[in-house]
């Protein structure tokens, strides 16, 4: 009787509850090609093998829609890159280990923006960084392509410029 108990709460003490951050960064490992693409998204994570590690893991956070939906309000590009930059440095774990532990507080601002890709890209970050202190929540795409080309925010970043412009302006 004793060896049972004693197995049981070893068992039940090292367990996981379900956590935000913990259930996100499993999603990304094993779905993250699916993030923000809706039906396919969903398949990916209720898929029989993925949903057996994820639900643990998951069960009741809501992750599964946060990951897999490409449409929630309130987003806001700027403030995102802002609080990301300040969180999160840049590097190839970036996006898997960083970004999840603060996704409580960027998921609000940030959800669907694909700005984790440019925040945490080495390469990359210093400009849409600066996309963001100097151009912020400019009105229209023409506008803020003006601002974009006025204080040539995305001059460092030769190579992908036209890239960030069109993702930070939009068409």
């Known amino acids: 009787m004793f060896t049972f108990l004693a197995l049981t709460v070893a068992v039940l003490t090292t367990s996981q509850a379900p956590s935000g951050a913990v259930c996100m960064k ?4 094993l779905c993250g090609n699916f993030e923000r693409t809706g039906t396919a998204c969903y398949d990916c994570i ?16 809501h992750m599964g829609d946060y990951f897999c939906n490409s449409s929630l309000p309130g987003v806001n590009k700027a403030d995102c890159l802002i609080s990301m930059r300040q969180n999160c440095a840049p590097s190839d774990t970036c996006q898997k280990d960083c970004l999840p532990t603060y996704f409580v507080q960027l998921q609000p601002i940030c959800h669907g923006t694909g700005s984790g890709k440019y925040v945490c890209n080495t390469t990359t970050s210093d400009c849409v960084g600066l996309a963001a202190a100097k151009c912020p929540n400019q009105p229209t795409p023409q506008a803020c392509k003006t ?4 204080n040539k925010v995305f001059q460092g970043c ?11 302006c939009g068409n």
Request: proline share 3%.
């Open 158 to 168: 030769q190579d992908a410029a036209a890239e960030l412009e069109g993702w930070y």
């Open 26 to 29: 499993k999603m990304l490992d």
């Open 147 to 150: 601002c974009v080309a006025t």
């Open 46 to 61: 209720k898929n029989t093998t993925n949903h057996q590690v994820l639900s643990p893991l998951c069960h009741g956070t």
